[in-house]
């Protein structure tokens, strides 16, 4: 067998081919919606509510009905907890995140402990990339094409809220409302990446890819464009090893996307920290001559 021949081996296999299109979908919804969190600085409001969803899952299952409506209902219902902690009392908006995200979380541990279920529910918690179904593939796309267009269309407006709230609403828009519609966006992509990466990893394909865009441009529409591309690139380098290492397929699509950050946080060329050492050593041996 040749290396070519090896290498096109996991494309073969009809399991691996919808890992591949679930992952990649996730994973380039989640890398797009990132870019808005990076810059707002909602990293903490995307661990809240890709957390908060897992006992709507549970829920879900339970009662028979699809499990991206019962994990919709709890994120958007973790989003009104938060903001009603925080403008009800004397709490700011980190510590508001951490109770309703731990408590609805341990709420979910608690019903997968409790509930009987011909599903094994623990894949919530990790994914199941490699049991993903047609319909399961269905769904994930329709999601991901929904929370994609709803961020396309309003992008000018979300971009212009993520920079300058103030100015955003001086000219006639409204700021709450564009936050309440970035955040259920949010809870719907956290549904799109929970039957790929599972509850616990879901954070970090929602955070890493917006940022090492950052470090790579200053311009937002760039950011748009590299962060699901790295997103998209990490998703099949992730599900390949996995095959060919047996591991864990979405601890090694975020372990990608984290070694990608890893070497543009070192070798940018702009922000890395290698480029700037040697600027500065040579601004250094400048001014000694």
Request: charged share 10%; glycine share 8%.
């Amino acid at each position: 067998m040749s290396w070519v021949d090896a290498l096109l081996e996991p494309f073969q296999f009809e399991f691996m081919l919808r890992a591949y299109g679930a992952t990649i979908l996730a994973a380039v919804v989640c890398a797009l919606l990132s870019c808005w969190l990076v810059l707002i600085g909602w990293s903490l409001m995307g661990d809240a509510v890709s957390h908060a969803v897992l006992p709507g899952v549970v829920l879900a299952y339970f009662f028979g009905v699809p499990f991206a409506l019962g994990a919709l209902v709890f994120g958007l219902l973790a989003v009104a907890l938060i903001g009603a902690i925080r403008d009800t009392s004397r709490l700011k908006e980190d510590a508001a995140i951490g109770i309703v995200f731990t408590t609805l979380f341990a709420l979910g541990l608690v019903l997968v402990s409790i509930i009987p279920s011909q599903t094994d529910l623990g894949h919530i918690i990790f994914g199941n990339i490699l049991g993903v179904s047609d319909a399961d593939l269905l769904q994930i796309a329709i999601l991901a094409v929904v929370a994609i267009a709803v961020l396309l269309i309003k992008r000018r407006d979300l971009t212009l809220f993520a920079f300058d709230p103030a100015h955003a609403f001086a000219i006639g828009l409204r700021p709450k409302l564009l936050s309440a519609l970035l955040l259920g966006v949010l809870a719907l992509t956290s549904v799109v990446a929970l039957q790929v990466i599972g509850v616990v990893l879901v954070v970090a394909m929602l955070i890493i890819p917006g940022a090492t865009a950052y470090l790579l441009t200053d311009r937002f529409g760039r950011m748009l464009w590299i962060a699901p591309l790295l997103g998209a690139v990490a998703a099949v380098v992730g599900i390949t090893l996995s095959y060919y290492l047996d591991a864990a397929s979405g601890a090694l699509v975020v372990l990608t996307q984290g070694a990608i950050f890893a070497i543009v946080y070192l070798f940018s060329p702009t922000q890395g920290i290698v480029p700037r050492l040697l600027t500065r050593n040579r601004r250094g041996v400048s001014a000694v001559h």
